[in-house]
């Protein structure tokens, strides 16, 4: 049985579902760092009004006695303190890049249904499933994090640092940026746009370091694991692009500079890596369809929020004359937040290629499959 998941819930309504099947036995659990990814996906410069309101906190109603996985489904609960669905008008103008006419067409009925579940409130669960995963991750020494590399056009560092560097750098920064020295000129630029009644895009980076080789495959073209990840962010709500490693920018390199030369190092045998090791990362730590030992890099293009305090124009669906758009409260920014849901959302994806690869019964089995494989794979 693979590691997959379903959410369900409505951003105005009673509560947000995730359910989360084939996770393995003997994992032990906690809700406290399940509860930080959530209260930071609610952080982040430039973020709107119903961050002030909500308080996410996640609660594991199934597949867990005394706080250690079970291999039952595990449903996830994340309580809508905005519960106010039932009293909500429906709206008449459809928002310009948001599914609200795409989907009343689709469905032959009211904008309101749509844009409740389309709304980027329930990538609320997807973090929570993300952060549920990275706890299996985590008892392989797998590690994930994620930062902002470009706001409104302003494009910021990533500087050589540890993991733990990182993480230091990026929980300092409002923005979760690697470059504080820009802090404030993102800010001001945030300021700016809010006043002026539009939004502002980026892009967010995730790196996962810890993998060894042989997660994912290269025999089918949906079991290959950048392809899972691409679709994955890809369905994060605002995402318009992926790149892994060097990205678009491997299409303007002669090959002489993509490819990451193979060197050997008898001492780093014992790690990861086997001994195998780049120079360079350009493949972004995966090379078809399989992790390579490099740490895994990926970038995720996010567009200005749709929803803008200056509306765009639109038209009336009931009376065809122009109008312009509705307007819901919303962000300013919301990039600092997606970083946050994209590496959640590869945390689990890498999860389930995880397990693919080594099973998922149970942890015990999992840790000893893991064991032979790195024995096997040194002795290659």
């Given amino acids: 049985?693979?590691?997959?998941?379903?959410?369900?819930?409505?951003?105005?309504?009673?509560?947000l579902l995730a359910l989360v099947d084939g996770f393995p036995a003997g994992v032990p659990l906690?809700?406290?760092?399940?509860?930080?990814?959530?209260?930071?996906?609610?952080?982040?410069?430039?973020?709107?009004?119903?961050?002030?309101?909500?308080?996410d906190t996640v609660e594991i109603l199934t597949g867990i006695w005394k706080n250690t996985s079970l291999g039952s489904p595990i449903a996830l609960q994340v309580i809508n303190k905005d519960y106010k669905l039932e009293r909500l008008a429906d709206l008449e103008r459809p928002r310009p890049g948001h599914g609200d006419l795409t989907g009343a067409i689709k469905f032959l009925g009211p904008i309101r249904g749509i844009l409740e579940r389309a709304s980027a409130r329930e990538t609320t669960v997807r973090v929570a499933a993300g952060a549920l995963?990275?706890?299996?991750?985590?008892?392989?020494?797998?590690?994930?994090?994620?930062?902002v590399v470009e706001l409104g056009g302003i494009r910021l560092d990533v500087p050589e640092l540890s993991l733990a560097e990182r993480l230091a750098v990026?929980?300092?920064?409002?923005?979760?940026?690697?470059?504080?020295a820009h802090d404030q000129e993102v800010k001001d630029l945030i300021d700016a746009t809010g006043k002026a009644g539009d939004t502002l895009g980026g892009v967010v980076e995730t790196r996962v370091e810890g993998l060894p080789f042989g997660v994912g495959t290269h025999t089918q073209w949906d079991l290959k694991l950048d392809g899972r990840i691409a679709q994955a962010v890809m369905a994060v709500q605002a995402i318009k692009g992926v790149e892994i490693g060097l990205g678009f920018e491997a299409a303007r390199r002669p090959g002489s500079q993509v490819h990451d030369p193979i060197h050997y190092n008898a001492a780093q045998r014992d790690t990861p890596?086997?001994?195998?090791?780049?120079?360079?990362?350009?493949?972004?730590?995966l090379e078809a369809g399989m992790t390579n030992g490099q740490p895994l890099v990926v970038r995720a293009a996010m567009k200005p929020i749709s929803t803008l305090r200056k509306p765009l124009e639109s038209v009336n669906l009931a009376s065809k004359e122009?109008?312009?758009?509705?307007?819901?409260?919303?962000?300013?920014?919301?990039?600092?937040?997606a970083s946050v849901i994209v590496e959640n959302v590869i945390a689990f994806?890498?999860?389930?290629?995880?397990?693919?690869?080594?099973?998922?019964?149970?942890?015990?089995?999992m840790k000893a499959r893991y064991e032979l494989f790195q024995q096997m794979a040194r002795e290659r």
């Fill in 1 to 15: 049985m693979t590691l997959r998941y379903w959410t369900a819930g409505e951003s105005h309504g009673q509560t």
């Fill in 349 to 365: 994806e890498v999860a389930r290629a995880f397990c693919d690869k080594f099973g998922n019964d149970s942890l015990a089995e």
């Fill in 273 to 285: 890596t086997l001994g195998y090791e780049r120079p360079t990362n350009n493949a972004g730590g």
């Fill in 322 to 337: 122009p109008e312009s758009a509705e307007y819901e409260r919303s962000d300013v920014c919301a990039v600092s937040a």
């Fill in 170 to 180: 990026r929980d300092a920064s409002e923005i979760y940026s690697l470059d504080l």
């Fill in 133 to 147: 995963a990275r706890q299996l991750l985590a008892a392989f020494d797998i590690q994930v994090i994620g930062y």
């Fill in 30 to 55: 906690e809700t406290a760092p399940i509860d930080v990814e959530l209260r930071r996906r609610q952080g982040g410069y430039g973020r709107g009004g119903r961050q002030r309101i909500e308080t």
